[in-house]
DNA sequence: CGTCCACGTCTAC
DNA sequence: TAGACCTGGACGG
């Protein structure tokens, strides 16, 4: 669930789901997780749900009820209203169900004062996800790149100075400070339609910001007019905000594999994960999706021992250079990668950047050899319409 | 069976 | 700049 949008798209569900429902009693939480404890507990509350980048905010508020009158003198006092900041992780997700039908790993839960009783559960698999009662939104993260877009553009352009920016701009774009909102799938769509090298120095590509977006009224203007360097950078920012929105606007559930909705999601990827795309290693560890030049900070440094082997394989497979896909590269934390120690891990050779096949193609059908040019697999679950769409989009980026 | 990979932070050497 | 934190799906043997 967890960029921007996806976080955006549980508030939205949240507050759907929620809307007229009471809500009653302590929240509780899982036995595992080792996110605080929420000290609240009400007779009957309203959640309402807002986000801001990668956070989402629900507001627990007590129902004041004047035909309560005992309502005071029961508790004592009236319950506050209280705030929980969630982040997500790799795996976070809001559900409504029944308490019969709760998913696994619901780890904090909100219950109804219905008979039977409906669950809020915040759903985390893998509990990198977080939450903090009494929260509010993460000091250091900048503001949203979709609901406080002037202020995100401003918080850069001011900011150009900082050494955070000496990076790859693909490095920079996942940095919360200044791109709250943005994530590994979003980098590399923003990139790639504006045909930046993600391993570009990030300065070089935002200075000359303007703090006014130039793209707004003139739009057209601007994008037709000759495209420069600072021409780039402004939309590079726009696209930082009009890219995530786009899969806010999509209306499924973004980035979620295991949902039926995912297709659509799939089909509006350009570049993440898609075939014929290529893919290598930042400077920490996560996947970058690019097409064409990676650019001059491209790390060149293999980690990966396996890489190297396959690497020393594929010198004598000339007779089909599609295959050359998928090396094993690193994990994001390379447990035992000791293991294979042996010589090859010193000769190191360059890690080769090499288009490779989506790995996410679960059909084990074994079909006929599909020769097609890429466009291909991946993308065919689209309707025929978006891969026209997509492939048109693609030769005029390749005319460049 | 085992290995690799995943939409993200965190903190410790 | 490495690991640590986790579960589970895809894929290979």
């Not at 949203?144 to 701009?169: G, Q, W």
């Not at 793209?215 to 495209?227: A, F, L, Q, S, Y």
């Not at 560890?285 to 900070?297: C, E, Y």
């Not at 065919?380 to 769409?389: C, L, M, P, V």
Request: hydrophobic share 30%.
């Amino acid at each position: 669930m967890p960029e921007g949008p996806e976080l955006h798209l549980a508030s939205l569900y949240v507050n759907k789901v929620c809307d007229g429902v009471v809500f009653t009693g302590p929240v509780r939480k899982s036995e595992v997780s080792k996110n605080p404890d929420v000290p609240f507990t009400c007779e009957a509350y309203f959640i309402t749900a807002t986000s801001r980048g990668k956070e989402v905010k629900l507001t627990l508020m007590p129902i004041k009820s004047d035909d309560d009158p005992d309502q005071r003198a029961k508790a004592g006092q009236v319950a506050q209203p209280m705030d929980v900041v969630f982040r997500f992780g790799m795996s976070g997700y809001f559900r409504f169900t029944r308490e019969d039908e709760l998913p696994k790993h619901a780890h904090l839960r909100f219950y109804t004062n219905e008979k039977p009783c409906r669950v809020l559960s915040f759903v985390d698999t893998r509990r990198f996800g977080s939450w903090q009662p009494n929260g509010t939104w993460q000091a250091d993260r900048g503001p949203c790149v979709m609901f406080e877009y002037k202020e995100f553009r401003e918080n850069i352009v001011t900011h150009l100075s900082d050494h955070a920016f000496d990076r790859p701009i693909c490095e920079v774009l996942l940095n919360q400070k200044y791109f709250n909102g943005i994530g590994n799938y979003l980098r590399a769509e923003i990139l790639f339609r504006l045909n930046i090298p993600p391993f570009v120095p990030a300065r070089d590509v935002l200075d000359g910001l303007q703090t006014e977006d130039l793209c707004g009224d003139n739009k057209v203007k601007e994008i037709t007019r000759k495209p420069k360097n600072k021409q780039e950078t402004g939309d590079l920012l726009q696209l930082c905000h009009a890219v995530p929105l786009e899969v806010v606007n999509l209306g499924g559930k973004g980035y979620d594999p295991e949902k039926a909705d995912y297709s659509g999601f799939e089909a509006w990827l350009q570049c993440y994960n898609v075939d014929g795309m290529k893919s290598t290693r930042d400077h920490n560890g996560r996947t970058m999706w690019f097409a064409g030049d990676p650019g001059p900070m491209a790390p060149k440094n293999s980690k990966s021992p396996k890489a190297i082997k396959r690497v020393k394989k594929e010198d004598h497979d000339y007779t089909d250079r599609k295959k050359l896909g998928r090396r094993g590269p690193e994990s994001t934390t390379k447990k035992k990668a000791m293991k294979e120690e042996g010589g090859t891990k010193t000769t190191k050779k360059e890690n080769k950047v090499c288009p490779k096949e989506s790995k996410r193609k679960k059909n084990r059908e074994v079909n006929a050899p599909q020769r097609e040019t890429r466009s291909s697999t991946r993308r065919r679950k689209s309707s025929s319409a978006d891969i026209t769409a997509g492939s048109q989009r693609r030769n005029v980026r390749m005319a460049k």
